[in-house]
């Protein structure tokens, strides 16, 4: 039987879990995920998505799936299993004063599922004032403490990061840090294992080369690019330099064989650079069509951490 | 149906908890209401105006006001009692005496019997057994008694079962799907915490089918009105499902033959997550009112949580916390504690919370703090339910805020000598359930039994509070034990005031419901120690006796 890989998204209440579950069920990655949720007023799903709602479950057309938890997370894990047997992954929001790893643990015992790590929201404005509570201080270290990734919402200065980071290292030494805006749905695929969680997050890991141009490219050329790439690419995203509209930039988004092309922001003083990253998963090998962009480097900006 | 004609019930003594007016030995009822209490020569003044008839069928007896359990749990109660009982102890159930099986053999021996007793195509449910009595488990042993019939184990913790061949095909659980996984041992046919729940997820279409649910809230009926209860509050309705639950307490507990009248106090996460808000659930509250019936009374009250259960060691404690320096739980952030907690205040609902561990209480008592500080209510009811670990410094913020306690006494008979070795040591363990500080500082205090947490019995409960007796028979921190007269307005008219029903019902006098509980022997002769063996011999719901074992 194959097994989903179960993500726990903790955090303490308004730490940003919600913000964070809309950005993985508005992007578009391509990922059938299943997202098990406390309630679905928070949940901001655009109504164009919305396939349909059958009690506690809500369809979006772009396969993601939303149950709606109710007095016990057995129930919703089921339910969501029986409706949707072919997710890629399973993510549960717990509620802000749960204890992840006991969640996660879910993931051990529950036939169908696998453990998929755990990712805990802090807020940074808040953390550290939280952490002093006398009634949920213990617990907001202790949630730190059983993350496999701590993303930190919020931050308003970038000077505050690495006092945030040093801050969060002190109560959880071990665990890795990134800033929420920087995560990309693929990376629940890649949270990286800690002494918490023994076993390996997911099967899935990927690989990512970059393509880079300083020529300006026709519209049609990089159109005949995007459909000589190899079926194998999963993802692929950038931006590039098109000849008819010199003064903006124009992204390139795509998950599996749905790629789209619009415009951007203007390059400004910016270098006029193209820069396109494909992902696929380790397992397959592409072969990519010779052409119009070189092959800079084998960057793997998504690898798991050793 | 009214009459005008008067019953006078007589009795060796009457108790009736009104400090005014104590004792007596004939009381006259009329269309289940009291008009007098006193003696067949006081009454006359009534008897002389209006046809009566004398009820002596308790002449020889010792009446008590109604017993009240204010906290209980009908659906939990519902999901247990209709499964077989192999206990370790002695239970008096009112269907069946559950004789000790102490012995590997005799477990198996009783598990064969059960067996050969029911109806081939019904799985066969058993709660009760512990491996320091029963010796090992497994689904092989299982199914040696039977391959074929469904086989559940279901341990005395609640925390573990078992099943046989049959169970797991019954159930649909492959080895495909649930071998190499964690707190299932597939061979062993074991289910633990994370298994547990799966294997309950399993399960629920089953015991929470109509027709098991509604033979288990009968078989309720049995045990309330054998433990002498004529008024239950339903602590937590929605702890399953509230509609699911509504329907069943209509069903049965609504019954012409039913003899007590239980009170609804909804939870208001469960009523929320039904609802989809906080907003939409309290004008659902609102409207809960019109359901009543004469049985089932919706009384503006509510239940809240802060901390986690008392016997997972989940309670939330102040320093220094437990000896393994585990954490407890919340149950709800603090500050949505307060938010709801305020909606329900604001809108002059009684509210009753769940606190088990002394930091639990913290919150409990902060929030009624910034609530009175926002908006003053007297006579607010707020209630702290369970009442596990406490200071005594929190017992004098108790009455000054003005709140009430309504304690699980049964604590301290079963977790103090364990609590005190593994959890939090002797000082804190002892003075669990903290009750006689309560009454001393003027705090109305009632005792519960957080029935299935501890046995549906207000005299057994009045007994540990009265003796604070744990089970190895120690007596434990005797300065928080009540006196026995404590300990019977404890179960009558202080839980009638937690219930926010003291006008009606909890003490014996004219104008009440006429809810006797008769006893063949009288508390305060055979004192505190006797309590737990006084039997029960019939109670009276609102003027009509139903008599046990009759």
């Known amino acids: ?306 | 149906m009214g009459t005008d004609e008067l019953t006078v019930f007589t009795a060796r003594k009457v108790i009736t908890m009104n400090r005014s007016w104590p004792y007596a030995t004939a009381i006259a009822t009329k269309n289940g209401r009291i008009l007098e209490v006193g003696t067949l020569e006081t009454l006359k003044p009534w008897l002389e105006s209006h046809p009566h008839r004398i009820n002596d069928q308790f002449a020889d007896k010792v009446v008590a006001p109604g017993f009240i359990d204010p906290h209980l749990h009908p659906s939990m109660a519902a999901v247990l009692l209709p499964m077989r009982f192999i206990t370790a102890t002695r239970w008096e159930l009112p269907w069946e005496t559950v004789q000790p099986v102490t012995t590997p053999v005799d477990f198996f021996r009783r598990l064969h019997e059960l067996h050969a007793e029911q109806a081939p195509d019904e799985p066969l449910f058993t709660w009760g057994y512990h491996q320091l009595w029963h010796g090992p488990m497994n689904r092989t042993l299982l199914n040696a008694v039977s391959v074929d019939r469904p086989i559940i184990v279901w341990h005395r913790s609640f925390h573990e079962l078992y099943m046989n061949d049959g169970a797991m095909g019954w159930l649909g659980i492959t080895a495909n799907e649930a071998e190499g996984k964690q707190q299932i041992d597939f061979g062993a046919g074991r289910f633990y915490e994370n298994g547990l729940a799966y294997a309950i997820v399993k399960l629920n279409p089953y015991i929470l089918s109509n027709e098991r649910y509604r033979d288990g809230l009968r078989r309720l009926v049995e045990v309330a009105h054998h433990g002498g209860h004529t008024t239950l509050g339903d602590m937590a309705v929605g702890l399953f499902n509230f509609d699911m639950e509504w329907q069943g307490t209509k069903d049965v507990l609504d019954d012409v033959n039913t003899p007590f009248r239980t009170v609804l106090v909804p939870s208001a996460a469960s009523v929320a997550l039904i609802q989809g808000g906080h907003d939409q659930a309290l004008t659902f509250m609102d409207g809960l009112a019109e359901r009543d019936t004469e049985r089932l009374l919706f009384p503006k009250h509510v239940k809240l949580f802060t901390d986690g259960a008392f016997f997972s060691q989940l309670a939330q404690l102040k320093e220094p916390g437990y000896i393994d320096g585990h954490l407890g739980e919340w149950l709800v952030a603090p500050e949505q504690f307060i938010d709801i907690a305020r909606r329900y205040w604001n809108a002059g609902y009684k509210i009753h919370v769940h606190c088990t561990g002394d930091l639990g209480l913290e919150l409990a008592l902060d929030t009624l703090d910034t609530l009175q500080w926002e908006r003053p209510r007297f006579d607010h009811r707020y209630t702290i339910e369970h009442f596990g670990f406490s200071t005594p410094e929190q017992v004098a913020r108790i009455a000054a805020l003005g709140a009430l306690v309504s304690a699980n006494v049964y604590y301290v008979h079963e977790l103090s000598a364990i609590y005190a070795q593994q959890g939090i040591g002797y000082e804190r363990a002892h003075q669990m359930a903290r009750v006689g500080s309560c009454v001393r500082a003027g705090i109305r205090t009632a005792i519960h039994s957080d029935f299935t947490m501890a046995p549906a019995s207000p005299l057994n409960n009045a007994w540990v509070a009265s003796t604070r007796k744990n089970m190895e028979g120690d007596v434990v921190c005797p300065e928080e034990a009540l006196t026995l007269d404590q300990a019977l307005a404890a179960i009558t008219i202080d839980a009638a005031y937690v219930l926010g029903m003291e006008d009606e019902i909890g003490s014996l006098r004219a104008g009440k419901s006429a809810d006797f509980t008769v006893l063949d022997a009288d508390p305060y002769a055979v004192g505190g120690e006797g309590l737990k063996d006084i039997a029960i011999a019939a109670t009276v719901f609102k003027g009509t006796p139903y008599l046990i074992n009759g």
């Open chain 1, 1 to 306: 039987m194959a097994e989903v890989p179960f993500i726990v998204i903790g955090g303490y209440l308004g730490a940003g879990k919600t913000t964070l579950i809309n950005r993985i069920l508005g992007d578009d990655h391509g990922l059938r995920v299943g997202v098990l949720v406390n309630d679905f007023g928070d949940i901001n799903i655009d109504a164009k998505l919305i396939q349909g709602q059958d009690g506690p479950l809500i369809s979006l057309a772009n396969g993601c799936v939303c149950c709606r938890l109710g007095n016990e997370l057995g129930s919703g894990i089921e339910t969501l299993l029986n409706v949707a047997p072919t997710l890629d992954a399973v993510l549960v929001e717990t509620s802000g004063v749960a204890y992840p790893a006991k969640i996660a643990s879910y993931a051990k015992t529950w036939p169908g599922l696998a453990p998929g790590g755990t990712l805990v929201m802090a807020d940074a404005n808040r953390i550290q004032h939280l952490a002093l509570d006398k009634f949920v201080g213990p617990l907001v270290i202790e949630q730190l403490r059983q993350a496999d990734r701590v993303l930190v919402t919020k931050l308003e200065k970038d000077n505050d990061w690495p006092s945030v980071q040093r801050w969060i290292n002190a109560q959880a030494p071990d665990v890795s840090i990134m800033q929420s805006h920087e995560f990309a749905s693929q990376l629940l695929f890649e949270i990286p294992a800690s002494n918490h969680s023994p076993v390996v997050s997911a099967d899935v890991t990927f690989e990512a080369k970059t393509f880079t141009t300083s020529d300006s490219l026709d519209l049609d050329d990089i159109e005949s690019w995007l459909v000589s790439l190899p079926p194998e690419i999963h993802r692929i995203k950038g931006i590039f330099y098109n000849a008819g509209d010199p003064k903006h930039r124009w992204v390139i988004q795509g998950v599996g064989r749905q790629r789209t092309i619009s415009t951007g922001e203007a390059w400004g003083k910016s270098p006029k650079q193209t820069e396109i990253v494909v992902i696929w998963p380790t397992s397959l090998t592409p072969k990519f069509p010779d052409g119009i962009l070189e092959d800079s480097t084998g960057l793997q900006p998504n690898r798991k951490s050793p």
